[in-house]
């Protein structure tokens, strides 16, 4: 397959990663979506699911790889690709070394929790040089792929809050720049107060469904 094909593929799977991120908001989810191909064919799918069954391992990621094991039958996914939304954090780069996915392609990088531009997990060599029995070797690393796109998502998501994300450091290939910027000696919003933001979609959707419930006979 030529690199122009190669390049359709990704960005065929990327925007897949990118409608499950959007469906998931709707259900009080964070905008985190990811796919598992092989040979351009999706093996599995998902978008995160913390919210939903409150359990904080279920990310896309995790779970896509999860169920491409199960789909495929196999511990090793050696001849897949893992697309995200999001660089992976480090739970989920190490699981990705540990099932030996070939290649990791995402469109928004994470300096401040991502599993490889702030843990060296996902390019560790040492893992799989010491332990080549137990790792896979460090995988292609495509990142910044498709990263309007993966912004906008934030953005529609909510404006205010990827605002704040981005001026912390946490998502975004300026994110490096904005972290820098965030120690300049000036009244910034609280952890608390950010925490709060970010568990609003889910509150109000709780919120939702419990006046519904009350309005049924
Ligand atoms: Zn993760």
């Known amino acids: 397959m030529n690199e122009l094909a190669n390049q359709a593929q990704d960005l065929k799977l990327m925007r897949r990663c990118f409608e499950l991120a959007r469906h998931a908001t709707h259900d009080g989810e964070l905008p985190f979506g990811a796919v598992v191909a ?3 064919e ?4 998902a978008a995160n699911r913390v919210s939903r069954e409150g359990d904080i391992t279920r990310h896309a990621e995790l ?10 039958g196999r511990k090793r996914l ?6 995200s939304v999001v660089e992976p954090c480090p739970m989920c780069s190490f699981a990705s070394r540990e099932t030996r996915i070939g290649r990791v392609v995402f ?21 799989s040089g010491k332990l080549p029995e137990v790792f896979g070797a460090v995988p292609e690393i ?6 309007q796109e993966g912004e906008q998502i934030w953005n529609e998501w909510n404006p205010f809050i990827w605002h704040f994300m981005k001026r912390r450091g946490c998502f975004g290939v300026t994110a490096d720049a904005a972290l820098h910027r965030t120690k300049a000696p000036h009244q910034g919003i609280s952890w608390k107060t950010f925490t ?5 979609p889910v509150l109000s959707a709780t919120r939702t469904m ?5 309005v049924q006979p």
Do not use: H
């Open 63 to 72: 779970v896509a790889i999860s169920e491409a094991q199960r789909v495929l």
């Open 196 to 200: 709060t933001l970010l568990a609003w």
């Open 107 to 127: 469109a928004l990088n994470s300096p401040l929790m991502g599993g490889c531009s702030k843990w060296d997990v996902l390019s560790n060599e040492s893992l």
């Open 142 to 147: 495509v990142s910044g792929f498709c990263l």
């Open 78 to 83: 050696c001849d897949c690709v893992l697309y």
């Open 42 to 45: 999706i093996i599995a799918e």
């Open 210 to 214: 419990a006046r519904r419930n009350q």
């Open 38 to 40: 092989r040979k351009g």
